[in-house]
Nanobody
Framework: QVQLVESGGGLVQSGGSLRLSCAAS????????MGWFRQAPGKERNFVAA????????YYADSVKGRFTISRDNAKNTVHLQMNSLKPEDTAVYYC????????????????WGQGTQVTVSS
């Protein structure tokens, strides 16, 4: 099982940028698709971005397309989410997730999760 730890969250003004990182441990990382999800209090966990096992395919939620970029480095067992032009509606706890196989967009399709990192965007 892949162990995941997110970092890089914080407080930022509207229009600012943050770079989230997810550090993975375990031998199966390179065989896994990775995703970023976010969840605000009282709301369901929603898809943000995903990347396949070798980084050749990516997919983004419409709400973040053109602003966020997902990337991975299998040699370093890391995945990143570069977030630019942040908006208050981006405020949420951001989670890194892993699954065996191709990228997916629903939380239930992932079986490994990090603990989350808080992102707060002020207006």
């Amino acid at each position: 099982q892949v162990q995941l730890v997110e970092s890089g969250g914080g407080l930022v003004q509207s229009g600012g940028s943050l770079r989230l990182s997810c550090a993975a441990s375990g031998r199966t990382f390179s065989n896994s698709a990775m995703g970023w999800f976010r969840q605000a209090p009282g709301k369901e966990r929603n898809f943000v971005a995903a990347i396949n096992w070798n980084g050749g395919s990516t997919y983004y939620a419409d709400s973040v397309k053109g602003r966020f970029t997902i990337s991975r480095d299998n040699a370093k067992n890391t995945v990143h989410l570069q977030m630019n032009s942040l908006k208050p509606e981006d405020t949420a706890v951001y989670y890194c997730a892993a699954r065996r196989g191709g990228l997916r967009t629903q939380p239930y399709e992932y079986n490994n999760w990090g603990q989350g990192t808080q992102v707060t965007v002020s207006s």
